[in-house]
């Protein structure tokens, strides 16, 4: 089973960063796709970002885009995601979660089965 743990949650100034690592294991690094999620205090969970490792596919959804970057580092099997100029908005908890990709899928979204407990960030205005 493919299992995966956060880190790098913390407190930080409205505009500062934060980087979260999702390290993978239990299966081939190279055949994954992890998404990063956030759940804000009585809101809905959304997806934020995505990678694919097999053909290196990436999303960013719009409320993030220019600001998170999402990487990865297959010797360490492990997937980052550089958060700039935060907002207090983004204060929530972070969860990544995996999920084997298909070939040639053309995107790095499933339907993740794998996830983690989650790290919190919090952005203090």
């Known amino acids: 089973d493919v299992q995966v743990v956060e880190s790098g949650g913390g407190l930080v100034q409205a505009g500062g960063s934060l980087r979260l690592s999702c390290a993978a294991s239990g299966f081939p690094f190279s055949r994954l796709a992890i998404g990063w999620f956030r759940q804000a205090p009585g809101k809905e969970r959304e997806g934020i970002s995505c990678?694919?490792?097999?053909?290196?596919?990436?999303y960013y959804a719009i409320s993030v885009r220019g600001r998170f970057t999402i990487t990865s580092d297959n010797a360490k099997s492990t997937v980052y995601l550089q958060m700039n100029n935060l907002k207090p908005e983004a204060t929530a908890l972070y969860y990544c979660?995996?999920?084997?990709?298909?070939?040639?899928?053309?995107?790095?979204?499933?339907?993740?089965?794998?996830w983690g407990q989650g790290t919190q960030g919090t952005v203090s205005s």
């Open positions: 979660a995996a999920q084997i990709a298909a070939a040639a899928a053309g995107s790095c979204w499933y339907a993740f089965g794998s």
């Open positions: 990678i694919s490792m097999n053909d290196g596919n990436t």
